[in-house]
């Protein structure tokens, strides 16, 4: 599975689990919700590190859990 879909499907899966909405998580991660709807359709975007990073802090979670 590509990178960018993989990382997409662990983030929709996770913000799921924790039962937030993307508008929630996008708040929380300080990014627009288009843009976090996009990470999370099939690897829409290609996310920077920084915005891994700060997806992981929103969701309480590890980069590399974010990436396995």
């Known amino acids: 599975m590509d990178i960018c879909k993989h990382f997409g499907a662990n983030v929709r899966r996770i913000r799921r689990a924790k039962d937030m909405s993307q508008e929630e998580l996008a708040f929380r991660a300080d990014i627009h919700r288009t843009y976090l709807s996009a990470l999370e359709r099939s690897g829409g ?21 974010l990436l396995d």
Not at 45 to 65: D, F, H, M, S
């Open 45 to 65: 975007r290609n996310p920077t590190i920084k915005v891994v990073e700060r997806i992981a802090r929103a969701l309480e979670v590890t980069p590399g859990q």
